[in-house]
């Protein structure tokens, strides 16, 4: 199918295995023989203590083995780094945290963990082996680090936007979504911040946008046509505020400008009005306009000739003005060898590079980690990333997270939160889970309570919405 370069976000597309764990006391040759003993890994951060506390005299031992994946993890005896796998270490009687760690890239870790205590002249074996990716410690850290640094650079620009500075007001709100993205990517923090900052982000941008601020208005007018989470969608509001954006030459106004007519939202469909904003925006180096000269020219609308070279020249444009839409359709086409070499690998990193400013492509970035295309298969990531992109009112996204937690992939099974993502999905005008809630409630399975009459209410939604398996499904209904 071809792709609209209208599409807004809405619509484009840990447990630990402990294996054999011993806790016995080592035979006399191993106390008594050749320890692989490691000084400390001193941080780059530490500062020399004035005082040293006393230290209790290490009397017992404890010896670590590692074989496999765990050789070469790094041993921490109550937080401190004592060595690589395998390895004999000398402790303190006492309460002793064992953690073994190995890091696999710089957001997730593999560990295992065990607390005991020692009494003195006794030695202990543990024989590791890792459990499934989490993430780590230290990136945790440093995204609290992170977060309080985002926090206070926004309390400096609401200063300023209380001020009357439009463009500070304009900052402060994108700093408020900055914040809600990374709240997605913390452990711990209270939901309700969520709701606070989103709250606070449409404040801001309101206030920027009636003080005549361009760039706020089409940032008010985005998230209208695209219907954003804590917006909803009003076509005939956003096409209000382009237009006079563009009127005040704003390019980016252009190019939504132009969505507006070639889709009819909020006005009556007119191609050739689309095309002359198309046209006006990418002069003045808007990538979405550009991206949709390339369209225009590969589908022949308009009335302009279908023109593969046109459509290229303008694609490698949008893409080089950094234009999500364009970066996403390019790593579409390398995933799938769509008129290109098939690099899937290369597919990801350009999902990647515009995951934080397109939720269509952290879902495409979560399905590749599900499905194995070009990075190794890795359903808990794969977690993560569509988790994010829910977030952000994906459908697809939460079509997917609804299979996973009913399939348990990534995650325990859990038939209500499936049955809810699903909901959620079809509520957002995705086919396919309305044929999923169709089926569900026709068997009565995975939680579902039976209701032959809600399950072709929903059938009969995905099928005007041209889904294939709800039509098939209706007409074995109508034969029955």
């Known amino acids: 199918m071809t792709p609209r370069f209208w599409l807004g976000r809405r619509q484009a597309a840990a447990w630990l295995v402990v294996a054999s764990v011993g806790a016995q006391t080592l035979p006399a040759e191993a106390q008594s023989g050749p320890r692989r003993l490691e000084p400390v890994r001193p941080s780059a951060a530490a500062a020399a203590p004035a005082a040293a506390p006393p230290v209790a005299p290490a009397n017992a031992a404890v010896r670590v083995g590692c ?163 804590h917006r909803g969608r009003n076509p005939a509001r956003a096409l209000e505020l382009y237009a006079k954006a563009a009127a005040g030459g704003n390019a980016a106004a252009m190019g939504g400008l132009a969505a507006m007519h070639a889709n009819g939202w909020g006005t009556p469909r007119d191609d050739a009005v689309a095309l002359g904003w198309l046209q006006k925006g990418a002069e003045r180096e808007d990538g979405r306009s550009m991206f949709g000269l390339a369209t225009f020219h590969r589908t022949g609308r308009a009335g302009l000739t279908p023109d593969p070279a046109a459509f ?22 390398l995933r799938d060898g769509n008129g290109v070499a098939q690099d899937q690998a290369r597919a990801v990193q350009l999902f990647a590079s515009v995951a934080d400013a397109w939720p ?76 999923m809630l169709g089926n569900l409630h026709q068997t009565g399975l995975a939680g579902a309570a039976r209701d032959p009459a809600l399950a072709l209410d929903w059938y009969r939604k995905a099928a005007a919405l041209g889904d294939a398996t709800a039509t098939k499904q209706l007409e074995h209904l109508a034969r029955q």
């Not at 990716?133 to 945790?140: E, G």
């Open 67 to 229: 074989e496999g994946e765990a050789a070469n993890a790094a041993v921490y005896i109550n937080g401190e780094f004592r060595g690589d796998c395998p390895l004999d270490v000398s402790v303190a009687a006492g309460a002793i945290e064992l953690r073994v760690v190995k890091r696999v890239d710089e957001r997730l870790e593999r560990a295992y963990q065990q607390e005991f205590r020692m009494t003195a002249n006794t030695a202990r074996r543990f024989d590791v082996e890792l459990g499934a990716p989490q993430t780590s410690r230290d990136f945790l850290r440093a995204q609290d680090v992170r977060w309080r640094q985002h926090l206070a650079d926004l309390q400096t620009l609401k200063k300023r936007a209380e001020a009357g500075d439009g463009a500070a007001a304009l900052q402060a709100a994108q700093g408020s979504r900055s914040l809600i993205q990374l709240h997605a990517r913390m452990e711990g923090r209270d939901p309700a911040e969520i709701q606070s900052l989103a709250r606070q982000a449409i404040a801001l941008e309101d206030q920027a946008a009636a003080q005549g601020h361009l760039p706020a208005m089409v940032a008010v007018a985005q998230a209208l046509e695209e219907g954003s989470a």
């Open 360 to 435: 269509a492509a952290r879902f495409l970035l979560g399905r590749a980690y599900l499905l194995g295309e070009g990075v190794p298969r890795d359903p808990v990531r794969a977690l993560t990333e569509l988790t994010q992109a829910a977030d952000s009112q994906n459908p697809q996204a939460l079509l997917l997270l609804g299979s996973m937690h009913q399939q348990g992939q990534g995650t325990a099974v859990n038939l209500p939160q499936s049955l809810a993502f699903f909901r959620r999905s079809a509520e957002l005008g995705e086919p396919a889970a309305m044929t």
């Open 312 to 333: 290229e020249q303008w694609l490698g444009k949008a893409v080089a003005k950094g234009e999500p839409r364009a970066i996403v359709h390019s790593g579409q086409r």
